[in-house]
């Protein structure tokens, strides 16, 4: 079988597409299946596992100037020809994954389309200008709806992703693609003193609240404040890079918070099993990876209850919850496990226990399962 997949992202950037990527691609490659990925260019990556990369030149795009803006080349098409795909696998596409999933229906190529971001939602949040954002959330609504209206198949990666699809006007089945954790990568022994000490704001001894994410006006962030200031001895590292990262530099100034940039591989691992409380403050959210990774590393919780974190977070048993926005409720999580250690202690190795059941090879195979009947056609 022969698979070609399409990404607005891809290494050496690290967010939660590229992370589903990444695991899809090793895959695929454990069990022989052929790929092609095509991508805008972001790094000198051409080849990943088994799955060899053609990119495409762009330009920044606005919100977020990590990314680029790009249309399909020549040559990505002649290369997509040469290699003759029976399944098309588009993630989340926008302005290079529409393009391209336009001409693939043209090719007659079956085409299985994966949502990962509510780009409407977050839409609302974007600084552009004299356009005013929420305007434009009507627009990304209506465009998924076509597209997922007409992919031969459609995933979303929780059942909270789902229904807002169903919300939005989604009318096709849409079908769930669980996410995995590594749960040998991301360990509580991982956990380091040297790692402990970067993390601290004031004293590696005070309760370690930890984020790891992107910095983006979306994730809520400005609402951890709150907790710095109700909770004594509470101070906050924050993991990860992105837009708001200055704004949020001098929100917090005078508060113990540290910004360490974004971490990978055995930092980031560190990082998690570092640390005391998993903070989760995210206003729009699919699913949450973060959350996952978090709990795997023996971390219990304080998330809001947005994207697939309900499904995740069993209350007073692995961490506790609070409404999107709600900044009491998320004081009051912090505060329960800032004050009974061994409490945090024993909510924390049931979230290691909760992640150890949930693997990238089940929900891989999932996504396999509907390339091979999408790659069959008397079965599609």
């Known amino acids: 079988m022969r698979v070609a997949l ?3 992202t891809f290494l050496p950037r690290s967010d939660g597409i590229v992370t589903v ?15 092609m990925l095509f991508t805008p260019q972001l790094g000198p990556v051409e080849l990943y ?35 003759t795909p029976q399944v098309t696998h588009f993630l989340h596409p926008s302005i290079f994954g529409l393009a391209a999933w336009w001409g693939a229906r043209r090719l007659g190529l079956p085409t299985l389309v994966s949502w990962h971001l509510d780009y409407g939602r977050i839409a609302r949040h974007w600084r552009l200008g004299p356009l005013h954002a929420g305007a434009i959330e009507p627009g990304i609504n209506l465009l998924t709806r076509q597209v997922l209206g007409r992919a031969d198949c459609a995933l979303a990666p929780s059942r909270s992703a789902q229904q807002r699809l169903r919300d939005i006007g989604v009318t096709a089945p849409v079908h769930l693609w669980r996410r995995g954790v590594d749960s040998e990568r991301f360990h509580p022994r991982h956990a380091d003193g040297a790692m402990r000490r970067r993390l601290a704001a004031v004293d590696p001894q005070h309760l370690q609240l930890l984020y790891v994410g992107r910095l983006s006006v979306e994730k809520g962030l400005d609402s951890l404040r ?14 990860g890079d992105g837009p708001a990262r200055r704004p949020l530099e001098a929100r917090f100034a005078g508060l113990p918070v540290r910004f360490t940039g974004a971490l990978q591989g055995q930092q980031l691992a560190q990082a998690y099993a570092s640390a005391d409380v998993f903070v989760f403050s995210s206003l729009v959210e699919s699913f949450g990876l973060v959350v996952l990774e978090a709990m795997a590393s023996g971390l219990p919780l304080v998330a809001a209850r947005s994207g697939g974190v309900p499904e995740l977070l069993r209350e007073g048993r692995n961490g506790y919850s609070f409404a999107p926005g709600d900044e009491a409720g998320l004081v009051n ?7 009974d250690a061994e409490h945090r202690r024993a909510l924390g190795r049931q979230a290691r226990a909760d992640a150890e059941a949930r693997n990238w090879s089940a929900a891989m195979d999932e996504v396999i399962a509907h390339y091979e009947r999408l790659a069959t056609p008397d079965r599609r």
């Open 6 to 8: 399409f990404s607005e």
């Open 21 to 35: 990527l990444c695991r899809l691609l090793d895959q695929l490659a454990a069990r022989g299946i052929e790929s």
């Open 49 to 83: 596992a088994a799955t060899r990369v053609c990119s495409a030149p762009g330009l920044p795009f606005p919100p977020y100037t990590d990314l680029r803006m790009a249309l399909p080349t020549p040559r990505q098409w002649r290369r997509l020809r040469d290699f």
């Open 226 to 239: 709150a907790v710095l200031q109700a909770v004594p001895q509470a101070q906050l590292a924050l993991v």
């Open 333 to 339: 999580g912090v505060h329960r496990l800032a004050a």
